[in-house]
């Protein structure tokens, strides 16, 4: 039904909504109400697409009266924060918006230790803290802890439910949101799903996709790649339990869960509704790109997916709306922008999305010493829409894959196998005069394909012991770095221990568990005595912070960096110089990143063309010289970011 062009809300979800909510003054009541007029639609048309008729009107009532409980059950200070951010929508496109991610055991060792360091965070300027899987995993192997055996408890080494919501508290009250990981695709088989689908109870049986024989699983296996072919081939396991084969995309102790059934939507929405009463405010949706299954696709980014979050995201804004989701899909550089909206999705699935290909770009240029690739494949991605931001970020948690298409590759006369294949050898020191440190992660033996692990600072070829004038040059490409994705305009995150220029962990095999899994190289414990050496620019941990302390800082009175602004690739007109262009308002912002370790130029008139002609270099505060030569000349690795006086 529609009422003055807008699809009223059945009598039947408006008193389910009510009833719940008559504890609450009228005008909270009506808050709620109001929001559930606006999105009741946006409910209907993702669960449209997903189910059949009886399962939309069945599945939506109960989601309303679940919104409807958190939404009575939020704290008052968190439903504040609710309407401030409702009236700040862009609260995560602000320039002040800078990110941190780490394990918080190897961090700051449990929950309220966090609280300890956060006068360090406060130094970088930090208001993003994203932590690590907190949820309780599977005992042994998990995955990194996303193999999740408890999605409404804590790690018990790290803490409790309790901590987490003191921890929430204590960071709002300084300006830092905290970020956690919530596994859509996936659980442990040791959770009670699993189990008592192992018990024989078919109501969760239909939770997981569960074969008698090889019958399905083979045909779906013609057209599915596999995740890690070294110590998880194929994509289905056997269960004398279950007496079948059960969906196992990632590893045989993490079960694939059937979005199709509603029950499992329903499930999720009540978890997500859970944390963001624990003061949770972003949520990083791993695995989304895998959800929805459709038998002769590789089972990745079915538009089901999008579907799924526009429900999930309809739902916080009935009761938390301060919550946003951010998108871990690491999937082809041209499909990227669809998880933060396009079409009729725009603006109604996630908040965030991790752009790979900036990540990915910023390695090759600085192993080639050249921008063509990366100018050629930025300029020619879709544009993110305008309420949706990117994750800007050169480190994660995981592995590099080298997401480099053969047709951009072909664009500027590569061979897309062949720079994917120097890639590998560059960063893990084989090829001649590569100082990198890296390792090799899951080398697939068919494809010759190589992930690589290291922290930034083993990549770039700093050693344990080196002082800060041993490693000028590589401490220069880390400020290089870290200055592209904070001049990007996204939301910038950094790696724990890059701001440090930490080295790989040489003992990471040691811990029982992870001896399978060098990714573990790039997650070393915080060190104390670089932490202790950071106001020490002799150090390496020294320069390295400071550098990022002063980006950073100059990037948070920049409002050119605001993320709502798309940024355009300039022409290259050396190649050694990744040029950015961000046209604020305010004035045009340029970017230029010499990727060598010479000195390069870039044209005075460009000045003129962008409207620079009276402009100055923000990192430094000086005035932009014209040489003699009618250039302005970039020192080796030297960043500028330039706008008007």
Known sequence: MQKDGVMAIPENARTAAADILSPLPADTQEIFLLRL?????????????????????????????????????????????????QLRQDWLQLPSMVGYAGYTERFA?????????????????????????????????????????????????????????????????????????????????????????????????????????RTMPDAYERTLPEIFPDFAPGSFTWNDDLDGWVWTTFNEWQWDVNWSNPNVLVEYADI?????????????????????????????????????????????????PTVAFKAEAIVAPSELVQYLGTSRFTGKVSHLAYHNSLMVQIWSMLATKEVGL????????????????????????????????????????????????????????????????????????????RRISGTAASLLGISPGDSAADAEGPLAQLRLAHALIMGWGGLPVIWSGDELAMT??????????????NRWAHRPALDEARVAQRKDPTTVAGKAFSDLQH????????????????????????????????????????????????????????????????SVEQLSGEPVHRGGDGHVWIPPYGVYWLTNR
């Open 551 to 614: 980006i950073i800082a100059t990037r948070k009175r920049l409002a050119h960096l605001h993320a709502s602004v798309p940024v355009h690739i300039g022409e290259v007109d050396d190649p050694g110089v990744l040029v950015t262009v961000r046209e604020h308002p305010i004035g045009t912002f340029v970017g230029l990143y010499n990727v060598t370790p010479e000195w390069r130029s870039w044209p005075w008139w460009r000045l003129h063309q962008y409207g620079l002609a009276d």
């Open 272 to 320: 997500i509704l859970f944390l963001a009463n624990h003061g949770v405010e972003v949520l990083r949706l791993d695995a989304i790109a895998f959800m929805w299954k459709r038998m002769g696709t590789i089972c990745q980014g079915q538009p089901e997916v999008h579907s799924i979050t526009e429900v999930l995201r309809a739902l916080n804004r009935l009761a938390c």
């Open 109 to 213: 060792g449990d929950l309220p230790g966090i609280a300890n360091r956060l006068d360090y965070l406060g130094e970088l300027g930090v208001s993003y803290l994203h932590l690590m899987p907190l949820l309780t995993p599977r005992e042994g192997d998990s995955d990194g802890g996303y193999a999740v055996a408890d999605y409404r408890t804590v790690r018990p080494d790290l803490g409790t439910m309790a901590d987490l919501s003191a921890l929430t508290k204590t960071l709002r009250g300084r300006g830092i949101s905290l970020v956690m990981d919530l596994v859509l695709n996936h659980v442990a088989a040791e959770h009670e799903w699993a189990r008592r689908a192992r018990a024989g109870e078919q109501h969760y049986r239909d939770y997981f996709y569960i074969y008698p024989d």
């Open 374 to 449: 990366a100018s050629h494949a930025l300029a020619n991605l879709p544009v993110a829409p305008s309420t949706s931001t990117w994750i800007t970020y050169h480190r994660c948690h995981d592995d590099i894959g080298w997401a480099i298409s053969d047709e951009d590759a072909a664009a500027v006369g590569l061979n897309g196998f062949d720079h994917r294949f120097f890639l590998s050898d560059w960063y893990s020191g084989v090829f001649p005069d590569s100082p990198a440190q890296g390792l090799v992660f899951q080398e697939n033996p068919a494809t010759r394909d």
């Open 37 to 85: 007029e606006r999105w009741w639609p946006d409910v209907i048309s993702g669960l449209t697409d997903l189910y059949t008729t009886e399962q939309v009107e069945q599945t939506a009532i109960r989601l309303v009266e679940m919104a409807a409980r958190a939404y009575v059950e939020r704290d008052p200070e968190l439903r504040t924060l609710d309407l401030r951010r």
């Open 504 to 517: 790989n962990d040489p003992d990471w095999a040691k811990t029982p568990g992870h001896e399978e899994d």
